[in-house]
């Protein structure tokens, strides 16, 4: 296991795994975007190619 942005959170025994599993998760899912960012995202690509197509077709 590893690459990139792998890293590593210990747990001394089982009582700490629960705290280690929730940091963790927390961790690897805070960069996932928020859907409404994702929809604006790709509103703006339609418009790109909305304009793309509209330049295409006068020419």
Request: glycine fraction near 14%.
């Amino acid at each position: 296991m590893g690459g990139t942005n792998a890293f590593l959170i210990a747990a001394n025994d089982f009582t700490d795994f629960g705290a280690a599993v929730k940091q963790k998760i927390g961790r690897e899912i805070n960069d996932v975007p928020e859907p409404g960012s994702l929809a604006l995202l790709g509103l703006g690509l339609a418009g790109l190619a909305a304009v793309a197509r509209r330049k295409q077709n006068q020419a």
